[in-house]
């Protein structure tokens, strides 16, 4: 079957760094994906990686081995309003989004 | 990016009445529509994958004639809540397809739906 991990909950201080690890096992790839996720709302896109390495796009990182299965998402300098769901997602071999079930990230002061 | 628009964006409704919900793709034209359902603290789950002038196909244990599907347009699709039970309050999300290798998936809004 098609499985995607994700820590349940993390909590982070504001102003430090936090990493969310995503490993998966699906049929096929075609790209992994990372959402920010608050209460009530619909996610909202955060990065694509399909090819190994690390990709930066402003206070968040996303990391991805292919070989290993294994993503991981980078926030720096944490905000507040940085509290939020992050959904792992990845693209399997017929172009299907397969989910992760979220990582709820808890800022504090 | 992509901008896409869900109608109502909160409905409550009374047992066993049905409820329509659009999704509207604003800037381009989507052959392809994801339809997921997301229940409190659990994940996205795809519903039913909707093509402009076809029928839907259901992810299982879907019911297809619960949520009925209808694609007409390339800017339109609707997912209807026929009979809707409490069980079916939920918040419901659109995605439109963008074709293989896009880099990303928009969706929409969403729709809180509560059933009394």
């Known amino acids: 079957g098609q499985n995607i991990d994700q820590p349940t909950e993390m909590t982070a201080t504001e102003g430090a760094i936090v990493q969310i690890n995503c490993t998966y096992q699906?049929?096929?790839?075609?790209?992994l994906f990372w959402y920010q996720q608050h209460a009530g709302e619909a996610p909202t896109f955060l990065s694509y990686?399909?090819l190994d390495g690390l990709e930066e796009k402003g206070r968040f990182s996303s990391f991805l081995s292919r070989s290993k299965g294994y993503s991981y998402l980078l926030l720096k300098e944490l905000q507040m309003k940085d509290s939020a769901s992050y959904l792992c997602?990845?693209?399997?071999?017929?172009?299907?989004?397969?989910w992760g079930a979220g990582t709820k990230l808890i800022i504090k002061p | 990016g992509a901008v896409v628009s869900q109608h109502p964006s909160r409905v409550i409704c009374k047992s066993g009445t049905s409820v329509k919900i659009e999704c509207r793709s604003l800037d381009f034209q989507a052959t392809t529509m994801f339809w997921y359902r997301q229940f409190p603290k659990k994940s996205l789950m795809l519903m039913a994958t909707s093509n402009e002038g076809s029928k839907a196909t259901y992810e299982q244990g879907v019911e297809k004639d619960k949520f009925l599907i209808n694609h007409a347009s390339l800017t339109l699709s609707t997912l209807t809540v026929t009979s809707a039970h409490p069980e079916d309050s939920s918040f419901y999300i659109c995605s439109p397809g963008q074709g293989a290798g896009t880099d990303t998936q928009y969706f929409g809004p969403g729709t809180r739906l509560t059933v009394l």
């Open positions: 997602a990845v693209r399997d071999s017929n172009y299907q989004l397969i």
């Open positions: 699906t049929s096929g790839f075609n790209g």
């Open positions: 990686n399909v």
